[in-house]
């Protein structure tokens, strides 16, 4: 099994930061990709961005105010969050496309999710 836990959420200002960690632990041999997925209330759950080894994709909405990085070594993707907006409030899940040791194919993971808030 492999989990992930997400951490840094919170209640931050418009226009303040905050900094997501997701990381990842188990009987993991491999990680493909890594992602952050949002889902605001009343909204389906949407891609935020991801990161492989090609690179990285954002959503439109958050292009140019959201870095996401990721440490290998340590199995741990961040997402770095300037500038925030109200309709960035959402709950903020991680997502990891991995092979487990044993196993001949990848699956998809999913963290418990981790709340921001943005309001004044």
């Known amino acids: 099994q492999v989990h992930l836990v997400e951490s840094g959420g919170g209640l931050v200002q418009p226009g303040g930061s905050l900094r997501l960690t997701c990381a990842a632990s188990g009987n993991i041999l491999s990680i493909n990709a890594m992602a952050w997925y949002r889902q605001g209330p009343g909204k389906q759950r949407e891609l935020v961005a991801a990161t492989s080894s090609g690179g990285s994709n954002y959503a439109d909405s958050v292009k140019g105010r959201f870095t996401i990085s990721r440490d290998y070594a340590k199995n741990t993707v961040y997402l770095q969050m300037n500038s925030l907006k109200p309709e960035d409030t959402a709950v903020y899940y991680c997502?990891?496309?991995?092979?487990?040791?044993?196993?001949?194919?990848?699956?998809?993971?999913w963290g418990q999710g981790t709340q921001v808030t943005v309001s004044s």
């Open positions: 997502n990891a496309d991995a092979y487990e040791r044993g196993s001949s194919w990848p699956e998809v993971y």
